[in-house]
């Protein structure tokens, strides 16, 4: 059974960093395209970035290139979200999603490819 359970999120400052974890069961994760969602209140979910299967090739919105970095540990099978120099629109919570169909690109960030989701996790960031 796939399963993604997220952690990490909480309130910062602006101009502060937060790591996300994303925890893989139920499959071999470089096996699968993993993503990093967000949905603040009001607005659609937005992809924030991917990390394909195989080569582990990545990608970011524009709204985050730069200041937050996705990586996986294939030995703990768990895929991070490393967020840097946040700010208040970046709040919102923040979701895993998997799939073993191979994306890579801006494709990777279409919520309609992934078939597991995690459960979210918070990030507020404010002064």
């Known amino acids: 059974q796939v399963q993604l359970v997220e952690s990490g999120g909480g309130l910062v400052q602006p101009g502060y960093s937060l790591r996300l974890s994303c925890a893989a069961s139920?499959?071999?994760?470089?096996?699968?395209?993993i993503a990093w969602f967000r949905q603040a209140p009001g607005k659609e979910r937005e992809g924030v970035s991917c990390i394909s299967s195989s080569d582990g090739s990545t990608y970011y919105a524009d709204s985050v290139k730069g200041r937050f970095t996705i990586s996986r540990d294939n030995v703990k099978n768990t895929v991070y979200l490393q967020m840097n120099s946040l700010k208040p629109e970046d709040t919102a919570v923040y979701y895993c999603?998997?799939?073993?169909?191979?994306?890579?690109?801006?494709?990777?960030?279409?919520?309609?490819?992934?078939?597991?989701w995690g459960q979210g996790t918070q990030v507020t960031v404010s002064s």
């Open positions: 139920g499959f071999t994760l470089d096996d699968y395209a």
């Open positions: 999603a998997a799939d073993p169909t191979f994306v890579s690109g801006r494709v990777g960030l279409s919520a309609s490819i992934y078939d597991y």
